[in-house]
């Protein structure tokens, strides 16, 4: 069974820190394009980040450029959202995705996979 896991979470200070990580169960994330998103209370569900399933492009949004990086290891079969800089508004739930594509470049759009998500709040 294709599983995602989210883990890292947690009560962070405002320019804090954190590392989310997705690990997959079920399959090989090799050929998967990976994508973080977030969902606020009482907001819609956003795209934050994706890559590659070669790692070689990454998408950042623009409210987390410069603060928020995606990597990979499909070693480990797990991708990474390191997260710096935190800011209150990025509190939310945070939730991995994955979709089938060897090859090409990712987009935050079409992902078939989810995960159960992790909750992220930055406060003082």
């Known amino acids: 069974q294709l599983q995602l896991v989210e883990s890292g979470g947690g009560l962070v200070q405002p320019g804090g820190s954190l590392r989310l990580s997705c690990a997959a169960s079920?399959?090989?994330?090799?050929?998967?394009?990976i994508g973080w998103f977030r969902q606020a209370p009482g907001k819609e569900r956003e795209g934050v980040s994706c890559?590659?399933?070669?790692?070689?492009?990454?998408n950042l949004a623009g409210s987390v450029a410069g603060r928020f990086t995606i990597s990979r290891d499909n070693a480990k079969n797990t991708v990474y959202l390191q997260m710096s800089s935190l800011k209150p508004e990025d509190t939310a739930i945070y939730y991995c995705?994955?979709?089938?594509?060897?090859?090409?470049?990712?987009?935050?759009?079409?992902?078939?996979?989810w995960g159960q998500g992790t909750q992220v709040t930055v406060s003082s």
């Open positions: 995705a994955a979709v089938l594509k060897p090859r090409g470049r990712c987009t935050l759009r079409d992902y078939n996979y």
């Open positions: 079920g399959f090989t994330l090799d050929y998967y394009a």
């Open positions: 890559i590659s399933s070669s790692g070689g492009s990454t």
